[in-house]
Nanobody, 116 residues
């Protein structure tokens, strides 16, 4: 089992920055990809960014050039640096961990609100 705890969400003005953190515990050795997803009210949960254990990254087109995902394997933490935030980025952000056998684990979510 893996537990994921997100932190760093909050209220920020448009154009501002936030850094989200996700701390993993439990069977962290079995984690392959990690990532961030977001869900706005009434919307589906969408991919924001993913990062493999070796550091390969993937980003949604809507955040390319603004967000950066990184990973500290020794500390079992994944980060999402969010710059140039827009009101459209407002959502609950969820940390995800995909195990090598394809089982997914999710954090509880952290609210990000970007004002205009």
């Amino acid at each position: 089992q893996v537990q994921l705890v997100e932190s760093g969400g909050g209220l920020v003005q448009g154009g501002g920055s936030l850094r989200l953190s996700c701390a993993a515990s439990g069977r962290t050795f079995s984690i392959n990809d990690m990532g961030w997803y977001r869900q706005a009210p009434g919307k589906q949960r969408d991919l924001v960014a993913t990062i493999s254990k070796s550091g390969r990254t993937n980003y949604a087109d809507s955040v390319k050039g603004r967000f950066t995902i990184s990973r500290d394997n020794a500390k079992n933490i994944v980060y999402l640096q969010m710059n140039s935030l827009k009101p459209e980025d407002t959502a609950v952000y969820y940390c995800n961990a995909k195990m090598y056998l394809s089982t997914d684990y999710w954090g509880q979510g952290t609210q990000v609100t970007v004002s205009s």
